[in-house]
């Protein structure tokens, strides 16, 4: 099946590459030419996904109206930032009836809408795919096992993304819950943050997984506010992502929590990154759709306390943990 | 008040410790002499949790008989398999209203009765508290933040076992659920070996994600077919105990699951241990709680494959991975 991905970041890369070693023909677009040409010159992704060998048949191209067209599966994978355009930009050229996956992971800061919702916006009348789940591009890339889920309210559509990308080693599931789906891969990078900044305190391993569990909690009501099922939080597009983002080592957002936690201001974490840290803006996103839906997020406000209200890391985790003591369920 | 703490691993010396810092009179049982002397001469438990310095008020003795005498509160520490023998030693000494707290977490192999049903049994008439969460005890001894749960089907209890421990860093919820509660303390133990088997081979962060986020769902199945709430299973005594023993780097059921991926056999693993791996036995109860409950638990029958069973490590993970492909949830 001819497919496209759009966004050529390291899990673009990497969807790229399993795309086309599962048999499919395979347009990546990429922002910059280095990386297009690198990746058609010597089949490597230098700059977002070094050391790893890509599939030689993917062809990348910085033409962005062209990449998609002829391909019945199309993946966004672009920042969540400047995904709206790159949508937009991308649309003309895909085909009627084309499956369109979504694998980008956010809030748009402006309007509040996920990712899928951002992608319908701008490429309208197609079956729209939310790609989510633990799955570090650079494991993928280097063929760990890995389980996502595909979230569609389109079955057909899930089911072909499954069948699509799913190989012996990475497992797709389908699921039915597109805004739990999302809503978990996005908030899990302020989580990470947040996890980040307590080892970067020194912290030890019981307040992370507590920070870890209160956390998933303060998603779960956040997304059901927003008509998404808890259930969907304990699985892999939940649980499974942010355990993968607070605890593995390959993670940005951690990473950028840590030296703001060892006493970085923000401005000084971001200096000098290549890539992106969704967290960031996500947390303003969240703390924005939190207050309109009244849904208390502490850890959330924490965050956002530190990345942009001057608390220190220290003081604002020691309110987390002054909280009143009360049952931790309701019976 | 005075307490008493029958058991002296390093939970058990943590709790100690942590109780005489709270302003109680503590009493400590250790089985092992040395361990008491130490204590009492050194303030220090060189066996079990060398380098932390015991609050000196903290009395130990070997006297089991008359260790609880005058207690209010007496809390049980002692591992799974020989918990009712020493629930039986202590029980004549426990003064009537004195409250009974339990912080072993296994299953019984014989019985498969959990750790509170095994002290209820052997002492009679108490309210009994379940207290468990993610809480290394090494963490706790040097006042890390940590959160845990005091599960009680009598408020009072639970509620006491809060007042008593709980500190600025030591954060106590009291829960409904003493059933979920106790069940997600003793099946992570072999979710965290499977962890570590995975580690052991070689494998990266996103299969452990993929292996907790399924984990807690086969956990999350069993306990809701034993009565248990779901939603206890997300909380601080699934999930929360969950990630702390497959992630972090202290948990002995991990350690003992890397080195039987790298390719020890159980017995040259366990060979050499002054510390119980629990578990080792908890695979074995799960796995005949799940047959008699009728409910699948793959990864807890693959441990056991892998353990007693002769099967290999890589090819008890591949057949996990090779599951059917699904929904994640039943919409």
């Not at 990497?14 to 990429?30: E, I, P, S």
């Not at 019981?206 to 998404?228: C, D, H, K, Q, S």
């Not at 965050?303 to 020691?318: H, S, Y």
């Amino acid at each position: 099946m001819r497919c496209a991905v759009v966004g050529a970041g390291a899990w673009g890369t990497a969807l790229a590459d399993l795309l086309a070693r599962n048999g499919h023909g395979v347009a990546l677009w990429a922002h910059e030419p280095d990386v297009a040409d690198g990746i058609n010159a010597r089949h490597e992704n230098a700059r977002f996904l070094p050391g790893v060998s890509v599939d030689p048949s993917v062809m990348a191209t910085n033409e962005l109206g062209r990449v998609a067209r002829a391909a019945e599966l199309v993946v966004f994978v672009a920042p969540s930032h400047v995904l709206r355009g790159i949508a937009r930009g991308a649309a003309p050229a895909v085909q009627r009836g084309a499956t369109v996956a979504v694998a980008t992971k956010g809030i748009e800061r402006e309007t509040l809408a996920l990712m899928t919702d951002v992608v319908a916006a701008e490429v309208r009348g197609h079956s729209v795919v939310a790609l989510s789940g633990p799955s570090f591009a650079a494991e993928v890339a280097r063929r760990q096992p890995t389980a996502v889920v595909a979230a569609s309210r389109n079955d057909a559509a899930a089911l072909l993304t499954q069948r699509v990308l799913s190989s012996d080693w990475f497992r797709v599931y389908t699921h039915f819950d597109v805004t739990g789906v999302e809503l978990g891969g996005a908030l899990k990078n302020v989580m990470a943050v947040a996890a980040g900044i307590c080892e970067g305190l020194g912290l030890g391993y019981n307040p992370r997984a507590a920070l870890i569990t209160r956390g998933l909690a303060e998603m779960t009501r956040l997304g059901v506010a927003l008509g998404a099922s808890a259930q969907t939080f304990a699985g892999l597009a939940g649980l499974g992502d942010l355990v993968l983002t607070c605890t593995g080592a390959l993670s940005r957002n951690r990473a950028l929590g840590m030296e703001i936690g060892r006493g970085s201001g923000l401005e000084q974490a971001l200096a000098g990154r290549d890539t992106v840290a969704e967290g960031v803006v996500t947390a303003e996103s969240a703390q924005a759709l939190a207050g309109r839906e009244g849904v208390e997020m502490p850890i959330v406000d924490a965050v956002c306390q530190i990345l942009f209200g001057g608390r220190t890391p220290r003081d604002a985790m020691a309110d987390l943990m002054a909280r009143e003591l009360r049952p931790e369920l309701d019976p």
